[in-house]
């Protein structure tokens, strides 16, 4: 996520997840941005089509990690980035991979591709919970290696039945 989010900031809708509350922001017909929230912020039904389909395929997805996602994105972030998320959609259910061996697959370097994984706006669509650093969990999402973020990380990763450092 390139941003945390503020109270104000608005959502189309905020939809509840087992590690809090997920909002979603929708442009053109797409999704434009989605965003882990602690369990302090208020849902906000879907009103339309697009934020229901959202809605059902996140729902779809807590009761069954292998539900495959078929949302449309809004177009977003670098080439490099792109290519970084590209490589992290590549990784299985259940898999992981390091920074480090992304970023040898696109000769670029580690802390690059924990940039652009941080820049993620499509998270769980996009799996970034599945890089991890080679010495243990790493962050999330532009966060450190404590705190609400990593701690929707291990739920996500202990979801998929990923082998936990």
Same mark, same amino acid.
């Given at each position: 996520?390139?941003?945390?989010?503020?109270?104000?900031?608005?959502?189309?809708?905020?939809?509840?997840?087992?590690?809090?509350?997920?909002?979603?922001?929708?442009?053109?017909?797409?999704?434009?941005?989605?965003?882990?929230?602690?369990?302090?912020?208020?849902?906000?039904?879907?009103?339309?089509?697009?934020?229901?389909?959202?809605?059902?395929? =996140?729902?779809? @997805?807590? +009761?069954?990690?292998? #539900?495959?996602?078929?949302? /449309?994105? $809004?177009?977003?972030?670098?080439?490099? !980035?792109?290519?970084?998320?590209?490589?992290?959609?590549?990784?299985?259910?259940?898999? =992981?991979?390091? @920074?480090? +061996?992304?970023?040898? #697959?696109?000769?670029?370097? /580690?802390? $690059?591709?924990?940039?652009?994984?941080? !820049?993620?706006?499509?998270?769980?669509?996009?799996?970034?919970?599945?890089?991890?650093?080679?010495?243990?969990?790493?962050?999330?999402?532009?966060?450190?290696?404590?705190?609400?973020?990593?701690?929707?990380?291990?739920?996500?990763?202990?979801?998929?039945?990923?082998?936990?450092?």
């Amino acid at each position: 996520m390139p941003a945390s989010p503020t109270p104000s900031t608005p959502f189309d809708a905020i939809l509840p997840a087992p590690f809090g509350m997920v909002g979603v922001r929708t442009e053109g017909g797409a999704v434009a941005e989605l965003v882990y929230l602690p369990d302090s912020f208020e849902a906000k039904a879907p009103a339309d089509a697009l934020t229901r389909r959202v809605a059902e395929q =996140l729902d779809a @997805y807590y +009761a069954d990690p292998d #539900t495959v996602f078929d949302l /449309p994105l $809004a177009p977003r972030g670098t080439a490099f !980035q792109r290519h970084v998320w590209d490589q992290i959609c590549a990784v299985p259910r259940g898999g =992981l991979a390091t @920074y480090g +061996a992304i970023a040898r #697959t696109l000769r670029s370097v /580690p802390r $690059a591709v924990g940039q652009a994984c941080g !820049q993620n706006w499509f998270p769980v669509v996009i799996p970034c919970h599945r890089v991890v650093s080679a010495s243990g969990l790493g962050g999330f999402a532009h966060h450190g290696e404590e705190g609400f973020h990593l701690g929707v990380k291990r739920w996500l990763l202990r979801h998929e039945r990923a082998m936990l450092l």
